[in-house]
């Protein structure tokens, strides 16, 4: 069920180091092909990133947070086309890559493998290690593993219902 997937997704921050298969990362980023875009644009790229040698570059890109070494996959979810601005004044790739990235951890997630976004890495540094052309944008890096610690549905430090939820008007 989709909201015990939810429940069971958390950041994963210590993995094991059993390889995912390729057929497994086939099946998840799956899940992020069939994700919405405005219009349909999909402008999107997902790229593995297995190579020891670049992991740990990207690690260093990413502020040398220690998660980011240890995972055995590191997935950059790249933005291909970055002008399309919806009328709502909102850029579209980054919410379009927002929702196949979140679909790609909750498709791990339902296979007891765990994600964690990562948002704090260097734009440039990230860029030139996995030779994304200049007018692409990575709009967040992601680590994939096997989890040290199983995933189960669990409480999470979110805010109540009451203060986010507004019926009718800004509340
Ligand atoms: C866009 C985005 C960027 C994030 N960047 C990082 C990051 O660079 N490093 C990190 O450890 N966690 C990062 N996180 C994970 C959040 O800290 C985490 O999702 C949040 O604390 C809620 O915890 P949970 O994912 O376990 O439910 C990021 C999450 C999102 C959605």
Redesign the pocket.
């Known amino acids: 069920m989709l909201m015990e997937i939810i429940r069971k997704?958390?950041?994963?921050?210590s993995y094991k180091e059993e390889a995912v298969p390729n057929e497994i990362i086939k099946e998840i980023i799956e899940a992020s092909r069939l994700a919405p875009s405005a219009k349909n644009l999909q402008e999107w790229k997902f790229i593995i990133v297995k190579d020891e040698e670049k992991r740990k570059a990207l690690y260093k890109a990413?502020?040398n947070?220690q998660?980011?070494k240890e995972a055995p996959i590191i997935i950059a979810g790249v933005a291909t086309y970055t002008n399309y601005v919806m009328t709502n004044g909102v850029p579209a790739c980054y919410v379009d890559l927002?929702i196949a990235?979140?679909h790609i951890?909750l498709a791990a997630a339902e296979k007891g493998i765990g994600t964690?976004?990562?948002?704090?890495?260097y734009q440039d540094e990230a860029k030139r290690i996995l030779e994304v052309p200049d007018d692409c944008v990575i709009v967040?890096?992601m680590t994939l593993g096997y989890p040290k610690e199983e995933l189960k549905p669990m409480e999470?430090?979110?805010k109540d219902l009451e203060e986010i939820l507004c019926w009718g008007k800004f509340c």
């Open positions: 997704r958390r950041s994963v921050r990413a502020k947070q998660f980011v927002a990235m979140e951890a964690c976004w990562i948002g704090a890495f967040a890096l999470k430090r979110r």
